[in-house]
T-cell receptor, first 112, second 114 residues
Framework: KNEVEQSPQNLTAQEGEFITINCSYSVGISALHWLQQHPGGGIVSLFMLSSGKKKHGRLIATINIQEKHSSLHITASHPRDSAVYIC??????????????FGKGTHLIIQP | EAGVAQSPRYKIIEKRQSVAFWCNPI?????LYWYQQILGQGPKLLIQ????????DSQLPKDRFSAERLKGVDSTLKIQPAKLEDSAVYLCASSLVRGPYGYTFGSGTRLTVV
């Protein structure tokens, strides 16, 4: 059973579109991470949030702990936003003691 | 500050050969993680160190994988002998303290076993 589900798995959009990526999880957590992974493997931490909403530039992340759901939004999307976006949380069956359990990621392509 | 350094960047080996990966975490980060990411999947934790001690290695295939962090700084992950299914990106991450704070990932080592 997957503890974390992301949707969509793949998303292709035009430059300028508003993008939403969803993450649902089935276990109780205290915080959730949104990560960005570019081709070649490097992972960058975008947000860690435990409630409400956080904004950084064109990126917005929201979470509802009670409903076990989080969303990542990208406003005015740009081709450089093309990457895999992954949600992750502490623990879970894949995370061990303090490691993160990751979703499978959403592969986003923004076309010019 | 410098990020998490990993080497090599890419490695291609034949099955049954041995391979080692190196990670240098951010200075002062006590916690170090090795993750395995198979193509199309999210990363999976292999081992977690707190300083030079192992906190969790429950998902490390100990018959072929080993890892050490002798002085509580750099870490090496070794596979001996490699299998085809070990082809993956091996990611190292570090954090200042245990828990969900301040994770920083390296760029990873892409291993191809042929």
């Amino acid at each position: 059973k997957n503890e974390v589900e992301q949707s969509p798995q793949n998303l292709t959009a035009q430059e300028g579109e508003f993008i939403t990526i969803n993450c649902s999880y089935s276990v109780g957590i205290s915080a959730l991470h949104w990560l960005q992974q570019h081709p070649g493997g490097g992972i960058v931490s975008l947000f860690m949030l435990s409630s409400g909403k956080k904004k950084h530039g064109r990126l917005i992340a929201t979470i509802n702990i009670q409903e076990k759901h989080s969303s990542l939004h990208i406003t005015a999307s740009h081709p450089r936003d093309s990457a895999v976006y992954i949600c992750a949380f502490l623990g879970g069956s894949g995370g061990g003691a303090d490691g993160l359990t990751f979703g499978k990621g959403t592969h986003l392509i923004i076309q010019p | 500050e410098a990020g998490v350094a990993q080497s090599p960047r890419y490695k291609i080996i034949e099955k049954r050969q041995s391979v080692a990966f190196w990670c240098n975490p951010i200075s002062g980060h006590a916690t170090l993680y090795w993750y395995q990411q198979i193509l199309g999947q999210g990363p999976k934790l292999l081992i977690q160190f707190q300083n030079n001690g192992v906190v969790d290695d429950s998902q490390l295939p100990k018959d072929r994988f080993s890892a050490e962090r002798l002085k509580g700084v750099d870490s090496t992950l070794k596979i001996q002998p490699a299998k085809l299914e070990d082809s993956a990106v091996y990611l190292c991450a570090s954090s200042l303290v245990r828990g969900p704070y301040g994770y920083t990932f390296g760029s990873g080592t892409r291993l191809t076993v042929v």
